[in-house]
């Protein structure tokens, strides 16, 4: 039985749903779950201009080359043994994955900040802003390329600030089969034509 902290008024609207930006890069961060890195999981999730999701992708194999015969890891002396030359990077993969005739003035939730080559792509595609959670890499050569490509074409990027340090997905925490309708749903009884009121969930 709910306490009385957390009984909820049905009239009025729920105060503590899901912000946009928290939305967002939760869908992100759920996409990078995908991702069969053992080191590093991200995903990324583009937006556009009316909050609808346009596009996700996450990091791993391109398609038709099997996860399971190409390398995973960075320590090879012999590149070609190593991840590098071969993963697409979330970025990459939610463009390619999209939805829309374009990304065109969308933006994009991500988890690490875009390396050069994704920024190449993201400026491109005409995305326009880049919402990132973390900096990492900022003193890598590849991050410092990204940014000056980033700040030559005018795409925006800014870190993303959680409200929530965590946003837990419990499939038992909507339990649709034990919610009751206040007032009850109606039905119709098809033999007298009128309708009955009927609650299929008493409580």
Request: proline share 5%; glycine share 4%.
């Amino acid at each position: 039985m709910d306490s009385p902290s957390t009984v909820r008024n049905i009239n009025k609207k729920r105060e503590d749903f899901l912000e946009w930006p928290e939305y967002f890069m939760a869908t992100a961060f759920l996409a990078a779950k995908r991702s069969k890195d053992p080191c590093s999981q991200v995903g990324a999730c583009i937006v556009n201009e009316n909050n609808i999701i346009v596009g996700i992708g996450y990091n791993g194999m391109p398609k038709g080359c099997a996860d399971d015969e190409f390398p995973w890891g960075k320590e090879s002396k012999n590149n070609l043994e190593n991840k590098y030359l071969y993963v697409c990077h979330a970025e990459l993969n939610a463009i390619l994955n999209k939805n829309s005739v374009d990304v065109r003035n969308c933006t994009i939730y991500v988890g690490l900040f875009p390396c050069n080559e994704c920024a190449k792509v993201l400026i491109q595609s005409g995305i326009k802003e880049v919402i990132y959670m973390s900096d990492k890499h900022a003193t890598k050569l590849s991050t410092l390329a990204s940014k000056r490509l980033l700040d030559a074409s005018g795409v925006k990027y800014r870190q993303f600030i959680p409200k929530n340090r965590k946003i837990v997905i419990d499939f038992d925490e909507i339990n649709w089969n034990d919610q009751s309708q206040v007032p009850s749903s109606p039905m119709v009884n098809h033999l007298s034509g009128q309708v009955e009121e009927m609650n299929l969930n008493p409580q």
